[in-house]
Every structure is written in C-alpha cells, then in structure tokens.
C-alpha cells in the first residue's frame, strides 16, 4: 500500500483498492484537522448571541459531518478509518495531511482577521483560485484533493462497495452521507468540496438545494467575517456590500505552542474520550457511540474557555486547548 506521501504520485491507473484506502485514510485526518482550528475561535468569541460565532459554529459542525462522510467511504469498500491513533491525529501548528495546500501551516489560536486571511480562507480556497500549482506535485486545494478520490472510487468495480459500518450524523446540510454504491460516493464527495469552496458557478454551499435556505460555502463565509460585510449578489455578480457584520469581541488566545500546554491535560484526556467513540464507531458500526463524541464535542467548551481566560505567565495573551493525545 502507497505511503499517504507518495498519494500524488500514483498514476490514475494504479489507482486502485489499496491506493483508495490509503487516501481515504488521508481525508480522515484532513477532516479532522480543519476542526480543532474552527472550534478554537468560535469558543474564543465572547458573547454565545454573536452572529459571528453563529457562522463559525456552522462550519465547525459541517466539517464534522465531512468527516463523519470521510469515515463512512472507507467502511464501505471494507476498510476501517484510523482516528485516535498518534499518526492520525493532527498536530498544530502544522500543515494539513493528505498532501492538501503545501506551504499552509494550521495553527491554534483564537480569531483574528490575521487567521481567517492566512489560515481558513487558504484552507476553504477554491479550485478556481488565484493560487495555481505545479500539476503533479502536490492536491493544490481540498477540492482537487477529492476530485481524485471521485476519479479512483469511479473506477472500483460494483462489488467492491458493500456498504459495511454506514453511520448516520446530524441532518439537512450538517448531515453525513452514507455510502452504499458509486452513486452515493460521489454526491458524498461533492457536497464536501461545494459546502467548502463552492461551485464553479456559484459561492453556495449546496447549488442544488433551494437557495432561499441555504447558505454560502465555507470560504465565502469566513471571508464575510474578514471583509465585514454580506456577500450579496448585484447585477448578477457577488459582491461584499451587503449588511455589517462586526468583528466580535474575542478572547486573547495565543497561537498554541508545537509542544502544547500541560495545562491543557484535563482538556486533552476528554479529547482523547472522544476520539475513542468515533474509533470505537466505525470499527464495529456503533452508532450511539457517535452520539454521544458529537455531543461530547460541544461540552468541551467550558474546559477551553478556562483556559482561554488564563493569561500566559510571560504575557502575549492567554492559554488555549493545545487538542493533543494525552502522552
């Protein structure tokens, strides 16, 4: 089986059963690590009424439900996703797995429009972006990172999805998919890369849903967090100029160190808890076990406000959840 290093230089044609489980293996830990980030500087905005927080709680429980989907795609082809190991867990700062975004290193730290600029619009930036790479080299953006996951799940034959472990998460645009055929992996697929990055077309997160109740993809709505403003559409194109939306009142947090925090001990060990359900999920399709991690997930907020409100000895701000494996 490849190295998930060596993902972008397998050739389409030797794309097959392994390669995918090594890949899907990859959105696993991609999914996870664009969590702990976005649950970072929600909990860092002060007042739980701020429409900002709002915003960035939605997109938090959407990339969960991605990677509730990211689990459920090897499942099917009889695989079994790795999550509270030390390899899958993602360490901060630090880049994203898969070979996603080269160069982007993905901290902890509460909001800043710093943040949203070099860390979660890269993150959510579409395919169609001002960035181009090397074709070859390396999944310039997590939608291009799917689109060749889509290509080898296309090429597997019908047996060889049986549909095995399927959990169920949340509903209407939080929702998991579950995968019982090649149909399925690829709507799967496409309603992660549109609720990220949109469509070619469209900043919406799910084009094909009533436009009255959804809502804009990932990256246009951390950017209406940076610019201030509504993204509306005038004249047939989208621009910033809609409503004010105010940049909320934060906590300090500062960026979480590479060696983390041993006052976030009591912080991790709960994570750890969690990371033990969703394992404990998909190897033997226990759904009550994925209850119970997404609400747990919730509850870990009062463990990271403390911290968040705990100046650091030397100044430069206040402690954060550093979300490592208890050692």
């Excluded at 509270?84 to 360490?91: C, G, L, Q, W």
């Excluded at 949340?170 to 992660?192: E, M, P, V, W, Y």
């Excluded at 989208?238 to 006052?263: K, Q, R, S, T």
Aim: proline residues 9%; contains cysteine; charged residues 20%.
């Amino acid at each position: 089986m490849p190295r998930v290093l060596d993902l972008v230089r397998v050739s389409p044609a030797d794309q097959d059963l392994d390669w995918l489980k090594t890949a899907l293996q990859a959105a696993v830990e991609l999914e996870l690590a664009t969590i702990p980030p976005y649950l970072c500087a929600m909990w860092s905005v002060k007042e739980n009424a701020d429409p900002v927080r709002s915003m960035i709680r939605d997109i938090a429980i959407e990339e969960m439900a991605h990677m509730a989907t990211a689990c459920n795609l090897p499942t099917a082809i009889g695989g079994t996703p790795a999550i509270n190991t030390i390899d899958a867990v993602p360490k901060y700062p630090g880049p994203l797995p898969g070979e996603v975004h080269p160069g982007l290193v993905v901290p902890l730290a509460g909001l800043s429009r710093d943040l949203i600029w070099n860390v979660f619009m890269e993150i959510e930036l579409p395919f169609s972006g001002p960035v181009l790479f090397a074709e070859g080299m390396a999944f310039p953006t997590i939608g291009a990172f799917y689109e060749t996951i889509a290509r080898a799940y296309e090429q597997l034959p019908p047996d060889a999805i049986t549909g095995e472990r399927q959990i169920e998460v949340g509903a209407g645009t939080g929702a998991a998919f579950t995968i019982a055929d090649r149909l399925d992996a690829k709507q799967a697929i496409s309603r992660i890369k549109e609720q990220g990055e949109g469509s070619s077309n469209s900043p919406l997160g799910d084009p094909d849903t009533n436009p009255l109740t959804d809502d804009l993809a990932h990256y246009y709505q951390v950017a209406e967090i940076f610019y201030g403003r509504r993204l509306v559409a005038v004249d047939g194109l989208f621009e910033f100029v809609g409503d004010v939306i105010p940049f909320p009142d934060v906590l300090p947090m500062a960026e979480v160190p590479p060696a983390g925090y041993p006052e976030s001990a009591d912080f991790d060990q709960a994570y750890k808890s969690i990371l033990d359900k969703l394992q404990s999920a998909w190897e033997n399709g226990d759904q009550s076990a994925m209850n119970i991690s997404v609400s747990d997930m919730f509850a870990l907020e009062s463990e990271a406000v403390a911290l968040m409100e705990t100046p650091l000895p030397g100044g430069g701000g206040t402690f954060g959840p550093d979300f490592k494996l208890p050692s």
